[in-house]
């Protein structure tokens, strides 16, 4: 063969050498993204509200007017991620764009493998390579991969910006520096959590200015002094720094300035719910490989890892931190696990680097593997177990499994994640450092034996995690009234203001409805309680007989929940306990009630048990009626506990010509008859009132009894103050 013809044949060999060494790569990514899209097919509706739906109606307002907008009131820019989605709601129905999403969001989120492979072959050889990758998309975060959230999209988006910014900090060139920065705008962009990767780059440049030849000229002619104040003005620039994030960072700012004790705690914990769910070995890895000696530090790619991995745990911890504390004081208590799931992919990187190289000093594992002891002892494992699938913490998962599939208890969990704790630090300090080197014919097996339990180990949270979410996905579900979207296929097209009352007894119920109903324009309500996200408005009343303001200026009203609305009704949903009434106007309503809640009970004000429960009927449309008779019922016959004492229990009926009041909503103008009535447990009473000739309002206003003091062993769990079941019935 001619040289001519070898030297062409080189490139082309090279070539598909590196083709096929990536097949395998290509294969796993399919299997998985396969096994991902699958259990995105199997979730039947959303459930995380309001996220879910806030991200789907900016999402669909760009896709029908190419601007973002909430139930019509345009929205600022949030992410990337509205946009992203939005050419899939150009499908029909909403099913079909549902299950578009769904299916291509867990293909993208599987696809942080790639940016996470070559993140790894800047530091491993292939095989460990692998390992890393693969890890990376066999956590249990991708589980979120079929929820209309951010994460799907952001996750890949980091992995990208951490892999650019290893290479950038590795290699450094104006280019390679340039497109660090750029990933990790893009990553802001994506998800606006992810500024913490500007952290990690940061650390990363700083490290290499700081080692630069210039620099270390320099620094060898500093005396005490200069070293001295340069330590101040690294402090001052610090402090500088967390006053301008506090001053633009409302979460910042209360979290550090007010709640810094609760920082550490739910920092612990998040971190905690990590370690658990990654497998805890990758963990203590992550931290241990932060302390590799100088002389690893040279080998290529080995610095530039270490010291960006160093930057994000710090970021990424700190945000957790500030997000869990602030929530906890906003919000609710929660494990937020959620945040760190972009560390994963450093953490698996750090578990394949010292399997294959076991240069981590001992003293850094053992510091490392009781650091990562401590914050999973911290961690409030039953919040994972019993409140199963918990979705800011996806790492507990097998916790969970462990509970319900095995019926372990929870304090049988606990001792073996002290066991899985201590045996993890050991295999680490075993086969992670130069230790490693006496045990050098099964050292090798060990390490792989060590990393197939450790995908094993994720990709069962993972599956876990993914059935939990199903499973609360297929209750919610059942709960929809059928066909989902019956609205949509009533209205024909047409535009829909949802009107109803009593909306935040069941406001998963409204966002589903509002989800699977893209007709549905906006939400409203007659008595305050339409839910979020978005604009939400209670209309006056503009006459006596019903007409409300302002004018929605949709095609037809969906009245749910016992507003009733004059106009042609189109469609009924007794499940749903809505009608969908055509609009030519104003809408005006016959009649509705307020104050009474889901399960019939009027309720007071928890925080001043001594007011009464109140509620209402208002009569607008009499032309069918006319003068009749209108029956309260008022019943504590469902609350009968024995050796019961006397309960506060005076009503007082009123009825009266409906008026106008000075918030614009109904009153009673003049009042016509009123009586009062005691209602004692175990009984109910009747109370009959003559109705006016034109439109009319009864008031109910009862004392209250909160069952949970009265009747600890069989009401303890209902701690609202309660006056009566209660009942209007109209009577010609």
Not at 289 to 317: D, I, M, N
Not at 474 to 498: C, F, H, L, T, Y
Request: hydrophobic share 50%.
């Amino acid at each position: 063969m001619s040289a001519q013809a070898t030297a062409g044949a080189l490139p082309a060999t090279s070539a598909r050498a590196r083709v096929e060494s990536v097949l395998p790569l290509v294969g796993v990514y399919l299997l998985l993204a396969t096994l991902y899209s699958w259990q995105a097919w199997r979730r039947e509706t959303p459930t995380i509200f309001s996220d879910e739906l806030e991200l789907t109606q900016i999402s669909r307002a760009i896709a029908d007017t190419g601007e973002a907008a909430r139930r019509g009131d345009p929205y600022g820019f949030s992410s990337l991620v509205p946009w992203l989605t939005a050419p899939f709601w150009w499908l029909h129905p909403v099913a079909n764009a549902y299950e578009a999403i769904k299916t291509f969001q867990a293909f993208v989120m599987a696809a942080a493998m790639f940016p996470a492979f070559l993140l790894a072959r800047r530091v491993v050889s292939a095989p460990w390579a692998y390992f890393a990758a693969v890890a990376t998309i066999a956590a249990p975060a991708l589980s979120y991969s079929p929820i209309l959230v951010e994460e799907p999209w952001a996750y890949p988006a980091a992995t990208v910006a951490l892999w650019l910014a290893v290479r950038a900090v590795d290699a450094p060139s104006r280019s390679s520096v340039a497109l660090a920065f750029a990933a990790c705008v893009v990553a802001v962009a994506t998800r606006s959590q992810l500024a913490a990767l500007f952290g990690a780059l940061a650390a990363g440049l700083l490290a290499l200015w700081w080692q630069s030849e210039r620099m270390r000229r320099w620094r060898a002619t500093w005396t005490t002094w200069d070293r001295i104040g340069a330590a101040v003005l690294a402090v001052g620039a610090v402090i500088i720094l967390a006053a301008f994030i506090g001053h633009r960072s409302n979460e910042w700012a209360t979290a550090t300035t007010l709640w810094k004790g609760r920082m550490v705690e739910y920092g612990s914990w998040a971190s905690g719910a990590f370690a658990i769910g990654v497998g805890v070995l990758p963990a203590i890895a992550l931290l241990a490989v932060l302390a590799v000696p100088a002389s690893e530090r040279v080998r290529p790619g080995v610095r530039a890892f270490v010291v960006v991995s160093g930057g994000a745990v710090v970021s990424f911890g700190w945000y957790a931190a500030i997000k869990g504390a602030y929530l906890s004081t906003t919000f609710s208590s929660l494990v937020v696990e959620r945040n760190l799931l972009y560390l994963a992919p450093l953490a698996f990187l750090a578990t394949a680097y010292l399997l294959e190289r076991a240069v981590a000093p001992l003293w850094a594992v053992v510091a490392a593997g009781a650091a990562v002891f401590a914050m999973i002892a911290s961690v409030p494992i039953d919040r994972g177990v019993d409140s199963f699938p918990y979705y800011e913490a996806h790492g507990l998962s097998i916790l969970a499994l462990a509970n319900r599939e095995w019926a372990w208890p929870l304090e049988r969990i606990e001792n073996v994640l002290v066991v899985v704790t201590i045996a993890a630090t050991a295999l680490l300090a075993v086969l992670g450092t130069p230790l490693r080197g006496r045990m050098s014919r099964i050292a090798a097996p060990a390490a792989v034996a060590v990393a197939v339990g450790l995908l094993a180990w994720n990709l069962t949270a993972e599956v876990y995690a993914a059935v939990g979410e199903h499973d609360f996905s297929a209750r919610v579900e059942s709960n929809i009234p059928k066909p989902n979207d019956w609205i949509d296929r009533a209205a024909g097209g047409g535009s829909v203001v949802m009107l109803g009352q009593r909306m935040n007894d069941n406001p998963l119920g409204v966002s589903s409805t509002e989800f699977w109903n893209r007709s549905i324009q906006k939400v409203w309500s007659v008595d305050g309680s339409g839910p979020g996200p978005g604009h939400t408005l209670t209309p006056d009343l503009q006459d006596v007989d019903g007409t409300l303001w302002p004018d929605p200026h949709t095609d037809f009203v969906l009245a749910s929940n016992g507003v009733q609305v004059v106009g042609e009704e189109v469609a009924a949903n007794a499940d749903a306990n809505a009608t969908l009434v055509r609009l030519d106007g104003p809408i005006r309503l016959r009649s509705n009630e307020t104050g009474i809640a889901a399960d019939g009970w009027v309720v007071g004000n928890a925080g001043d048990p001594s007011e009464p429960a109140r509620a209402a009927h208002n009569q607008f449309d009499v032309s069918e009626s006319g003068k009749g008779t209108l029956v309260v019922r008022l019943s504590r016959e469902t609350f009968c506990p024995s050796g019961v004492r006397s309960l506060p229990g005076v009503a007082r009926v009123r009825i009266g010509e409906l008026g106008r009041g000075t918030d614009k909503q109904p009153a009673i103008s003049r009042e016509t008859d009123k009586r009062t009535v005691y209602v004692p447990a175990c009984a109910s009473r009747t109370v009959p009132l003559p109705t006016p000739d034109g439109p009319w309002r009864a008031e109910v206003a009862i004392d209250t009894f909160v069952p949970a003091e009265v009747d600890p062993e069989t009401s303890g769990s209902e701690r609202r103050p309660l006056g009566a079941r209660i009942a209007f019935d109209v009577r010609p």
